[in-house]
Antibody, heavy 117, light 106 residues
Framework: EVQLVESGGGLVQPGRSLKLSCAAS????????MAWVRQAPKKGLEWVAT????????YYPDSVKGRFTISRDNAKSSLYLQMNSLKSEDTATYYC??????????WGQGVMVTVSS | DTVLTQSPALAVSLGQRVTISCRAS??????MHWYQQKSGQQPKLLIY???NLESGVPSRFSGSGSGTDFTLTIDPVEADDIANYYC?????????FGSGTKLEIK
């Protein structure tokens, strides 16, 4: 069974940093592109980042480019999201997701990040 | 960026047919996908590449369209289908989602 379990969320002050983790199991992690998608409270879904199977290629929307970094450790079947210079508008539930192609076939339960002073 | 437009909400009677629409601001070919998100849960992929049913998804769900206009059809609607439905395009980066359609029961 595919499982994606996020961790590392919490309350953080504006301008500070936070690193999210996603532990994957039930599939060969190194074979799949992986992504982070977020959802602000009572809002829709926003794609945040995608990483290739080897980690050599990463993709971001302009809203987080230069502040967020996606990475992976295939030996540990783990995905990460380093978030720097956090803003109040980054407050959201962050989902780890497995790409099917460029759609997202499996999603984790999500982890909440609150950016507030 | 490709903007996806969805109606905010739809009300339907149980056992009836419902179509949820998604319009793209530019052609996305058939690179359109649909997700279901129930209250308090993560999204779930229903349809990929406009019309392909994801494994394990009931055949009550179907998708159609190409270019800029797409539809997700549920027939017949069951009580378990109460959820928000999102479209997503992958024709170009950034990947974008529609704002979601909330399906309600009359």
């Amino acid at each position: 069974e595919v499982q994606l379990v996020e961790s590392g969320g919490g309350l953080v002050q504006p301008g500070r940093s936070l690193k999210l983790s996603c532990a994957a199991s039930g599939f060969t992690f190194s074979n799949y592109y992986m992504a982070w998608v977020r959802q602000a409270p009572k809002k829709g879904l926003e794609w945040v980042a995608t990483i290739s199977t080897s980690g050599s290629r990463t993709y971001y929307p302009d809203s987080v480019k230069g502040r967020f970094t996606i990475s992976r450790d295939n030996a540990k079947s783990s995905l990460y999201l380093q978030m720097n210079s956090l803003k109040s508008e980054d407050t959201a539930t962050y989902y780890c997701a497995r790409h099917r192609s460029w759609e997202l076939g499996y999603w984790g339960q999500g982890v909440m990040v609150t950016v507030s002073s | 960026d490709t903007v996806l437009t969805q109606s905010p909400a739809l009300a339907v009677s149980l056992g009836q047919r419902v179509t949820i629409s998604c319009r793209a601001s530019k052609s996305v070919s058939t690179y359109m996908h649909w997700y279901q998100q129930k209250s308090g849960q993560q999204p779930k992929l229903l349809i990929y590449s406009a019309s392909n049913l994801e494994s394990g998804v009931p055949s009550r769900f179907s998708g159609s369209g190409s270019g800029t206009d797409f539809t997700l059809t549920i027939d017949p609607v069951e009580a378990d289908d109460i959820a928000n439905y999102y479209c997503q395009q992958s024709n170009e980066l950034p990947l974008t989602f529609g704002s979601g359609t909330k399906l309600e029961i009359k």
